[in-house]
């Protein structure tokens, strides 16, 4: 487990960036956390870092995008379902089919997912920082994470 503060958008999508550079295809990545707590932005570096291009949005309104990156990254919201029927699983099954899957609002998803091997919590810690915690099923994924990686570069 990592518990760390940052201090920007730019920040939060730099951290998830680091995390992404260490992840494959068969990764899933939960990301929870309350309405703006960055969700997405998280989800957004680690998307650039994989070498996805044009816009990272949430996908609130659908369940989930697919984007073409340096490998297939799938992202998901599942703020709408209360809890993932089997049938339901069908729809979202191609979403983790060789992607790194980053899923907003798992909660209801925990039991029909596969295994996640990180597990991301942002919360609100005043004006633009957010605490962020971050867990793995191998400690060794998340090692020097919180250190600059200068293979990291940030477009606007
Ligand atoms: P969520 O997906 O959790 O609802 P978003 O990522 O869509 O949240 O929105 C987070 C908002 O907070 C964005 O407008 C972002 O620019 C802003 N923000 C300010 N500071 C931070 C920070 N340290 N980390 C992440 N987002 C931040
Ligand atoms: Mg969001």
New binding site residues.
């Given amino acids: 487990m990592l518990e760390l503060e940052?201090?920007?958008?730019s920040?939060?999508e730099a951290l998830a960036a680091r995390l992404a550079l260490r992840l494959e295809p068969g990764d899933v990545v939960l990301v929870r956390?309350?309405?703006?707590?960055?969700?997405?932005?998280?989800v957004?570096g680690a998307c650039r870092a994989l070498e996805v291009t044009g816009n990272v949005t949430?996908p609130t309104f659908t369940i989930g995008h697919l984007y073409e990156g340096r490998v297939p990254v799938a992202h998901l919201d599942l703020y709408r379902f209360t809890e993932v029927s089997a049938a339901e699983w069908g729809d979202l099954e191609p979403y983790f089919d060789g992607t790194i899957a980053f899923v907003?609002w798992p909660e209801a998803g925990t039991t029909a997912l596969p295994p996640a091997r990180v597990s991301v919590a942002?919360a609100h810690a005043g004006?633009?920082?957010?605490r962020i915690r971050l867990d793995a099923t191998d400690p060794a994924l998340l090692e020097g994470i919180e250190r600059a990686d200068p293979r990291v570069r940030y477009r606007d």
């Fill in positions: 940052t201090a920007s958008a920040e939060t956390g309350e309405l703006g707590a960055g969700k997405t932005t998280f957004r949430s907003e942002l004006a633009d920082r957010r």
